[in-house]
T-cell receptor
Framework: GAVVSQHPSRVICKSGTSVKIECRSLDFQATTMFWYRQFPKKSLMLMATSNEGSKATYEQGVEKDKFLINHASLTLSTLTVTSAHPEDSSFYIC???????????????FGPGTRLTVT | RKEVEQDPGPFNVPEGATVAFNCTYSNSASQSFFWYRQDCRKEPKLLMSVYSSGNEDGRFTAQLNRASQYISLLIRDSKLSDSATYLCAVIPYSSASKIIFGSGTRLSIRP
């Protein structure tokens, strides 16, 4: 149980284009989804917290107009990197938190990540 | 001061050795604590939650020291497959679900 998928796993795009990444909880309802970014040999940096049906909460320094997050259902959240630039190249990972770990559980289950390369 | 701090390592130990990592957290009201394992270019995977009474899962033992505000992970009889980066994670009291991760400790087990 507690499986989270991400799509695509890898994407290469040209500078200036937009890229959408999907995060799905496959076997549980995710009341909250999180989006992280990880640069090589660095830690996970939380970008935003997404609750189903409401606006995402962005961390300090993360541009909400550049990283659009939509959490339309209890099993799907999307991250769109708009007008991507080479410095946006990174490993983007989502995680989901919900009832998978039991009521009140705060355990997060991670998707396999999306490696974005902007040329 | 960072909210969650770890020694980045790398720790390089022989197979069969016992190795321990610590992780300190700054918010004394933090509620939940976890250890995750991350392999190179992969997503983190939950290794174990850390309970106040401490907990053990096979060769892995996690401890919480609230007075000194740190959690620890002990790996006994280390295997080559234990080589990975170990991330500690903390849920601060101020947030019901946001997890703050440490920067990770790299462990390398040599034959």
């Amino acid at each position: 149980g507690a499986v989270v998928s991400q799509h695509p796993s890898r994407v290469i795009c040209k500078s200036g284009t937009s890229v959408k990444i999907e995060c799905r909880s496959l076997d549980f309802q995710a009341t909250t989804m999180f989006w992280y970014r990880q640069f090589p040999k660095k830690s996970l940096m939380l970008m935003a917290t997404s609750n189903e049906g409401s606006k995402a909460t962005y961390e300090q320094g993360v541009e909400k107009d550049k990283f659009l997050i939509n959490h339309a259902s209890l099993t799907l959240s999307t991250l769109t990197v708009t007008s991507a630039h080479p410095e946006d190249s990174s490993f983007y990972i989502c995680s989901a938190s919900g009832l998978a770990g039991g009521p009140g559980s705060h355990e997060q289950y991670f998707g396999p990540g999306t490696r974005l390369t902007v040329t | 001061r960072k909210e969650v701090e770890q020694d980045p390592g790398p720790f390089n130990v022989p197979e069969g050795a016992t190795v321990a990592f610590n992780c300190t957290y700054s918010n004394s009201a933090s509620q939940s604590f976890f250890w995750y394992r991350q392999d190179c270019r992969k997503e983190p995977k939950l290794l174990m939650s850390v309970y106040s009474s401490g907990n053990e899962d096979g060769r892995f033992t996690a401890q919480l020291n609230r007075a000194s505000q740190y959690i620890s992970l002990l790996i006994r009889d280390s295997k080559l497959s234990d080589s990975a980066t170990y991330l500690c994670a903390v849920i601060p009291y101020s947030s019901a679900s946001k997890i703050i991760f440490g920067s990770g400790t790299r462990l390398s087990i040599r034959p």
